[in-house]
């Protein structure tokens, strides 16, 4: 090629191109990657040649060299002004640059590591690379080796390609240099052709006919020395079988004899082109290349050569040159491929059993030559001496045992320390095996502390591992240019040493991966195994840049967990403080090497070292001459996400021009972040000063799926969305299993972290296919649209929130947010070039997310970053539930078999209930002994149990919506449950039949009573009051009995109830919150309650639903009052299925309440959650008081007591009076509730009010009666909601009231009276005789009396010495009634106060349970809420017995506040609509939403004067819930009815 003139040198150059302040070496990679408003302008050529070649080198653009100026193509001379025409001129004089120039001005402008980028993008390209310059005459040339220690080929063995430095493999060399001009050929060209053939050959050597090559070109560029290598494919039809090295000499080279001594020692062979007219001056540079071992080819490039000089030439000078050293090859008149094969044959001919060249090694024979190699420099050698050493440490220990010994830190102690973190956040959810592992959340709490204890005394006292403290000694003492060179070369380094490792296992991996594409589902489930095995295998082989940075960080977390402690790290004589390792991670963050975010070995996020970075990294900006206080330092941060080998590392690296590792397999697991500046501009467009980007690991493909690698892939993609303000989601081909799957599951844990207002924002980009098929793509974005929007819509149904699209979580439109790529390579590898294409569409890319970055008006700071990483970390680790499952419809179908299972075994339960009752009761008549019941009971519970067995088989048999690989696993888990639950059942039951057969509770021995009255003399001699010496020796006499304790056991029982019930929301329920929690402290929460996220509430319509929550919390505490009284009706002993029954019970109820009260999803899932947790918490304190009162503790107390007090000598009467008395108590307080319904029961039909309470319509009468009579607006208010829940209010007020008028305490007495008086005549009615010993009596008293053993034995002590006595039984029978009346009279006054109090809500259930047996049917009319006017379970439609006007529930006229005056019934006489789920249905057609209820359409109904008295002077109840008015056309005769004529009316309508 032609030396053009003028020659320009260096400078002018850098000076046209503006790139003077960057010479020498001061151009960083943060300058070659930095985003500037310019280089967002796609398509456009920059003002800038140097930054233009920047710009698209970085990109991987292959068109980099062909670099036009913008702004001077477009306008004609003739229509410029004069200044304009001189301005331009002027600029096109500057723009004529070669782009060689161009090429070596930026390298020789770039610091070593931006060097070795720059030469790391050229062979991306395939393009050519500059090895050797030579700025003048006068200076050495230089050698540039470190650049190319980057350079990784795919060298082919066998079947397979083995990834190597290039550097140091071993390659034959051939060399291009030419003789003068040659107007015949272009070398440049040739040797293009050469190695990529002759029909398109990629332009890897710049050429004459590149475009830009007339351009005067500088003497910087003669001389140079240009690299470039040919890796051979699989293809057979490759032009060479071996590697080879081609070398490209710029200019004459018989003037270049420096350079020629440089290609001779590294050329096998070099191709001399030149003309016969050349021969005999080349004939010194020949001999000269020969004498250096290279053996050469001169290529005559004449048409018609005169053959005789050349045989003269080869006689004369080159005869003792044996032919396969030294040969001529004429062109002559022969074609391009001719030639190109007779060159290619000599060249395999010459260059046999020459020689081979390891570039690494030639640069130890450079300095003989009189070269300067770049790699000679001071800071060189010392960073390359640290680097050797930290290597050769890291060798020194055997590759399976290294990273446990060189970094045990994070081996030893932080994956230990992470799992125990994850499995405390979710201790609750955890498998009981698990639990047991940790004994409890506490004891896994302080476990956790010692783990990191443990940490840092394994630091304290070993220290850190020799190749630790090389690395921190060299960030410590190196100044900027050697630690930049320092860590390059650590990396590189450790990635070879990794890749020799690794490489049989990415084979083993890739062999297995092949064979599950037609393995069975057994087999793959074994193959999944082998290839977590070998993941985890891979895991401890791979040592990596990454890695050592992880110990840093853990070696900050064990030292900044130990407080108020300065700690120093020794490196030998140095000391270093901990605080300073944030520094060195962003040093190291600054120079292009990413950082792990998440750990994906331990899966955990180090949250103190992540912080303690973001914290530490505005005052490096600053001393990088960043000036912005650390609150003003924005970050826009983008992530990347994709199934394994997708190409997303490589993406992000085209992308932003980063360093993510780029390599087959999943070695290194986790997210890694890098920063990429931008750069500020006058317009300020881009808000952010720094774009964050994040790679991730890839994803499991789905036939390598597996239960831990779903759940893995769920949080990462969870946690990778939520932390980015945009996601790239990277998709190969049109396969979009991902966006199936993944996707979705990170929209519905979005929904359950209540993490919605996030609001990230996903684009896809699809690798590999070519979007010029449109249609084909259009059609299926839809169809994929339309998915997303159904598993969205799917996952709100089931966390019970409006149905939402995919969009309105996930900011995305599958038209704007989707992008088509082609694919990445040009070609077959390992020679193909990133494609023009590839380039051009991830530039598309960039601009557009970089529009995004300007349209977001909020940009985090960094300190806000953190926050939210951690807010969205411990959201993710708090809740496992949903990232178990492949899919949302994976999670229904789960959740849909639960509820199934509950159904079966609440009925289950239910039947069994049953059965136990029935013979408790008969072994209590001791109609049954109870080995009989204990029979019975196996033979009819085996009945029940295999018929659930059989039904939930039946069920389990069923198809399903969706098929899962874990169905059948969850099958046998669901069987396993019942077969388990059943058990506990058999179980619990027997010991209750044990317990009312022998009281449970072992007799006191006399031996133990003899014991604590000694016990209290000894005590009494040390203390005076009685209360004190009683309390401790009953402390430890009771300890030495060892009774069961039952309390203890309810808490944790109600609480494995709870979350089986609830099995989503295990994370959100554990013991603390359940003992913390009670009914009576729970109140609608306006903010916790309600779905804000997803719907705009007026004040009127929160006002509304907090109304509608408290009549739903009133149904639900009235429900569980029914179940808890029903317990303690029973007498039961406590087991641990009670809690269960109770809340599966509840549960169901409090759904179908929801599903009535909230068909728009307007109330959260919380309230529900909330409002379980809370009925958990009632029951635990009931459940523990009613066991505390009805302990036989209690009574063994009292009695000892009253014996202990050594009162005066009693007569025998007297102690056989205490016994009954005692007796009767104790069946007081065992039969409470239901004593205290059968009195509260008598005196309401002793009242005036009989009438009203024995029929449905006469309660609900007496109702509206009781609070229009008392003006009660609030008991008004519930009946507008909940009918029933009113009439139990207004119930449970009469009782109380009752049960304060002096006559109930008469009802009381005369009970008690009844059962104290049979009991006497029942102990003495078999006595026939007058007198009788007191022993018959006892015997008597003991034999058929049911009482616990343990106060027979009290009594038998207090009766000692008495048992001889005769007794008059005529004498007794007088004296006990004057006793009796005394006993009553005090005990009947505890017990009236104690029902008048409600003491245990006994009111509260009698009356639920009273009002629930008359009302019957609860179901109410959907528009006016009136309830049913039938019985329960009775047949057909549900009908009223007249409807209210529909705006007492507050409907009203749609655009209007106005209330509807209209019934049920006049509204369908006139065909009006209603708004059903959106869309509005006639009344006449309520049928077809509400098919079970019924409206007579009867003529001229209106409402009752009652409705019309309400509406009209009652509307303002409604205003709490809405700033409802009354209907401008609502009859004017209402406004008339009277208060008196309403009550009147009630009485008589309802028959009062």
Not at 1462 to 1481: A, I, P, W
Request: overall charge positive.
């Amino acid at each position: 090629m032609a030396d053009s003139s003028p020659i320009f040198i260096l400078g002018e150059v850098l000076e046209k191109l503006s790139f003077k302040q960057f010479y020498p070496e001061k151009l960083t990679r943060e300058d070659l990657y930095q985003i500037t408003p310019e280089s967002l302008n796609t398509g456009q050529k920059k003002s800038s040649l140097a930054w233009q070649f920047v710009y698209d080198i970085t990109r991987y653009n292959y068109h980099a060299r062909n670099i036009k100026i913008s702004g001077t193509e477009h306008v004609e001379p003739f229509k410029m002004g004069f200044r304009e025409r001189t301005r331009l001129k002027r600029e096109a004089t500057n723009a004529n640059i070669h782009p060689l120039d161009v090429l070596v001005a930026v390298f020789l402008c770039c610091d070593p590591t931006a060097k070795q980028d720059l030469i790391m993008h050229l062979w991306g390209c395939k393009l050519a690379m500059p090895f050797s310059l030579q700025l003048s005459a006068t200076v050495k040339p230089t050698v540039f080796l470190w650049p190319f220690r980057s350079l990784i080929g795919q060298f082919q063995k066998y079947d397979s390609y083995t990834e190597r430095q290039m550097i140091h493999e071993p390659m034959k060399c051939i060399a291009f240099i030419r003789a003068g001009e040659n107007e015949q050929f272009s070398k440049s060209s040739l040797l293009n052709c050469l190695i990529g053939g002759s029909e398109k050959p990629h332009p890897m050597f710049f050429h004459r006919n590149s475009e830009g090559s007339k351009r005067s070109r500088s003497s910087a560029t003669n001389g140079l020395v240009e690299l470039g290598w040919f890796l051979p494919s699989e293809n057979k039809d490759r032009r060479f079988n071996e590697p080879k090295l081609f070398v490209n000499l710029r200019g004459n080279a018989i003037a270049l004899n420096k350079q020629i001594d440089l290609i001779g020692t590294m050329a096998t062979v070099t191709v001399f082109l030149c003309t016969v007219q050349d021969l005999n001056d080349i004939k010194m540079t020949v001999k000269r290349l020969l004498s250096l071992g290279s053996r050469v080819i001169l290529l005559i490039s004449d048409q018609n050569p005169d053959n005789d000089v050349i045989d003269n030439y080869i006689r004369t000078s080159f005869e003792n040159e044996p032919e396969s050293h030294f040969d001529i090859v004429t062109a002559e008149r022969a074609m391009l491929s001719d030639m190109l094969d007779m060159l290619l044959h000599n060249i395999n001919r010459i260059e046999h059993g020459g020689k081979e060249v390891v570039l690494s090694d030639i640069v130890k024979n450079l300095s003989n030559m009189k070269f300067c190699v770049d790699e000679s420099n001071i800071d060189f050698a010392t960073a390359f001496e640290y680097s050797k050493d930290m290597i050769d440490a890291i060798k020194c220990v055997d590759e399976k045992e290294r990273k446990l010994t060189i970094l045990p830190l994070q081996e030893k102690f932080w994956k230990t320390w992470a799992q125990m973190d994850r499995d405390f956040w979710r201790f609750d959810q955890l498998d009981e095996s698990e639990k047991k592992r940790y004994e409890s959340k506490e004891k896994l709490e302080k476990d956790m502390s010692k783990v990191r204890n443990r940490q840092f005394q394994h630091f304290a006292n070993k220290g850190i591992s020799k190749p630790m403290v090389i690395f921190i000694k060299a960030l410590s003492n190196f100044k900027d240019f050697t630690r930049k060179i320092f860590l390059r070369m650590l990396k590189l380094e450790l990635d070879s040493l990794s890749r020799i490792h690794l490489k049989p296992f990415y084979d083993k991996y890739q062999e297995l991966v092949n064979q599950t594409i037609q393995a069975t589902e057994e087999e793959r489930i074994k193959i999944n195994n082998k290839l977590s095995d070998l993941d985890d295998m891979k895991s401890k082989l791979s040592f990596g840049m990454e890695h050592v940075v992880r110990e840093l960080g853990q070696l900050y977390e064990a030292c900044e967990s130990q407080p108020d402690q300065e700690i120093i790290i020794q490196i030998e004589k140095q000391k270093i403080s901990y605080k300073k390792l944030p520094l060195y991670a962003c040093l190291s963050l600054l120079e292009g090497y990413p950082i792990e975010i998440l750990d994906g070995e331990a899966c955990s996020v180090p949250i103190l070292w992540i912080s303690s970075i973001f914290k530490e990294l505005p005052d490096v900006l600053r001393n990088n001459k960043i000036l912005k206080p650390a609150d003003d330092i924005r970050v826009h941060t983008i992530s990347v996400l994709g199934i394994q080998s997708s190409g997303k590392s490589t993406f992000l690296n085209v992308l932003f021009g980063l360093h993510f590792a780029v390599s087959a397999g999943r070695c290194t697991r986790g997210a890694f972040m890098q920063l990429v500046k931008v750069q500020p501009s006058e317009e300020n467009e881009i808000q952010a000063d720094f774009i964050l980007a994040i790679d991730t690991e890839g994803l499991k493909a789905a036939e390598l799926i597996s239960t831990e690698s779903v759940k893995h892939d769920n949080e990462l993609s969870t946690f990778v969305i939520g932390l980015a303000d945009t996601t790239v989601i990277n998709l190969m081909g049109e396969n979009a299993t991902y966006l199936h799957e993944n996707l979705p599951i990170a929209v519905h844990a979005f929904l359950r972290m209540n993490l919605v207002g996030l609001h990230p924002r996903c684009t896809i980009v699809h690798h590999n296919v070519d979007k010029r098929n449109r249609e084909k793509l259009i059609q299926q974005s839809r169809i994929l649209e339309n998915v997303l929007n159904n598993l969205t819509k799917k996952a709100c149904e089931l966390e019970k929130i409006p149905p939402r699209l995919f969009h309105e979580i996930i900011e995305f439109s599958i038209f704007h947010h989707t992008d088509y790529i082609p694919s990445l390579y040009e070609g077959e590898q390992p020679m193909a070039p990133v494609s023009i294409g590839y380039s051009k569409e991830v530039d598309s890319v960039r601009t557009k997310l970089m529009d995004y970055v300007c349209c977001d008006s909020k940009i985090d700071n960094m300190a806000n970053f953190v926050r939210h990483l951690k807010t969205l970390w411990n959201a993710i680790k708090k809740d496992r539930f949903v990232f178990e499952f492949r899919t949302t419809l994976e999670a229904e179908a789960r959740l849909d078999l639960d509820k199934g299972y509950f159904r079966i075994l609440m009925e289950y339960f239910k039947q069994v209930d049953e059965i136990s009752t029935r013979l408790i009761a008969r072994l209590k008549s001791k109609q049954y002994t109870q080995k009989n019941v204990a029979d019975r009971f196996s033979k009819d519970e085996a009945v029940v149990k295999n018929k659930a067995m059989a039904e939930l088989k039946k069920f389990l048999e069923k198809p399903k919506k969706i098929t899962s690989p874990y169905f059948d696993h969850w099958k046998q888990k669901c069987l396993e449950n019942l077969q388990s639950e059943t058990e506990k059942v058999r179980v619990s039951t027997k010991e209750i039949f044990q317990y009312v057969s022998t009281q449970s509770f072992p007799s006191i021995p006399a031996k133990s009573i003899e014991d604590f009255i000694d016990m209290m003399s000894n005590y009494q001699r040390l203390f005076k009051d009685f209360e004190i010496c009683f309390s401790k020796v009953w402390r430890e006499w009771v300890k030495t009995l060892n009774f069961p304790s039952p309390e203890k056991s309810i808490l944790p029982d109600i609480t494995e109830a709870l979350q089986a019930v609830c099995p989503a929301y295990k994370h959100l329920l554990s013991e603390k919150k359940v003992k913390a929690s009670s009914l009576s402290n729970i109140r609608p929460d306006e903010q916790a309650h309600l779905n804000h996220a997803f719907h705009k509430f007026s004040s009127s319509r929160v006002a509304e639903l907090l109304s509608k929550m408290m009549a739903i919390q009133s149904q639900i505490s009235n429900e569980y009052s029914q179940e808890i009284s029903a317990f303690f009706i029973k007498l039961m002993p406590y087991s641990n299925i009670v809690p269960k029954q109770i809340l599966l019970k509840i549960g169901k109820r409090l759904h179908e309440e929801l599903d009535s009260y909230d068909t728009k999803k307007e109330i959260s899932q919380m309230f529900s959650i909330d409002l379980l947790l809370c009925t958990s918490g009632t029951m635990v304190n009931d459940l523990q008081c009613h066991m505390e009162k009805h302990s036989v503790l209690r009574s063994v107390e009292k009695e000892l007591r009253v014996l202990a007090k050594k009162q005066e000598e009693k007569k025998v009467t007297d102690i056989l009076f205490e016994m009954i008395f005692s007796t009767i108590e104790r069946m007081v307080k065992v039969n409470f509730y239901r004593i205290s319904q059968r009195c509260l029961l008598n005196a309401l039909e002793t009242s005036n009010l009989k009438v009203a309470f024995h029929s449905k319509q006469g309660l609900l009468g007496y109702c509206l009666y009781h609070a229009i009579n008392t003006d009660n607006d609030e008991l008004l208010s519930l009946y507008f909601h909940s009918p029933e829940n009113a009439t139990t209010k207004c119930l449970s007020s009469i009782l109380i009231t009752l049960a304060n008028d002096t006559g109930f305490k008469e009802i009381i007495k005369k009970y008690l009276r009844e059962k104290t008086l049979n009991m006497f005549e029942y102990i003495l009615c078999s006595l026939k005789e007058d007198n009788v010993s007191f022993h018959d009596v006892f015997q008597r008293f003991s034999k058929h009396v049911y009482i616990d053993l343990s106060i027979i034995d009290l009594f038998k002590q207090k009766a000692k010495g008495y048992l001889e006595i005769t007794v008059n039984i005529g004498r007794l029978k007088d004296e006990m009634k004057g006793k009796c009346e005394q006993f009553l009279d005090a005990t009947t006054a505890d017990l009236a106060s104690e029902i008048s109090t409600n003491s245990m809500n006994v009111i509260s259930m009698i009356a639920n349970k009273f009002s629930g047996k008359v009302i019957g049917c609860q179901a109410l009319c959907p528009f006016c809420k009136e309830i049913c006017k039938f019985s329960s379970c009775h047949p057909g439609h549900h009908e009223c017995f007249i409807h209210r006007p529909v705006g007492c529930r507050g409907m009203h006229w749609k655009g209007t506040r106005e209330l509807s005056y209209e019934t049920c019934t006049l509204h369908c006489r006139k065909g009006n609509l209603f708004n059903y789920k959106d869309r509005y249905v006639s009344f006449r057609d309520l049928n077809s939403v509400y098919p079970n209820w019924k409206v007579r359409m009867t003529l001229n109904e209106e409402p009752s004067c009652v409705w019309k008295w309400i509406f009209v002077n009652k509307h303002h109840i409604l205003r709490s819930s809405g700033l409802y008015e009354l209907p401008k056309n609502m009859p004017f005769e209402w406004h008339f009815i009277h208060k008196k004529t309403v009550l009147r009316n009630i009485r008589l309508q309802f028959e009062i």
